[in-house]
């Protein structure tokens, strides 16, 4: 049985996972609609939805293609509160570095 600290050290990279991912597709697709939609922070999705996603995301799934820019907004707002909850720096040298290389080259940095 993993130690609480290990648990919890887990879903913290987790999070900051998700949250670079996030970032990454909302950046995007603003990019291909030439930052058509505006609004997405100001809009919420379903409650429903999101837990559902937190509690996937704290599993280690991070499948964000199907959900629209208002949700991965919402989604992405929802990552950052629990991060800054967990009193944790929002990403590692290493992950800021993986987000600006995903800027650079797309999605194929993620993999």
Known sequence: MPKP???KQKKIEHLQYAA???????N???DKDNGAQEGIFRISAPKTLIDARMVEIENGK???????????????KAVL?????EKVSLFS????ELLKSAK???EAAFK
């Open 5 to 7: 600290e290990a648990i």
């Open 81 to 85: 509160r629990e991060l800054q909850h």
């Open 20 to 26: 670079l991912k996030l970032i990454n597709h909302i």
């Open 28 to 30: 995007s697709s603003l």
């Open 104 to 106: 650079e080259g797309g």
């Open 62 to 76: 991070l499948n964000f293609e199907k959900l629209s820019q208002i949700e991965r907004a919402a989604l992405l």
């Open 93 to 96: 040298y290493q992950q800021f």
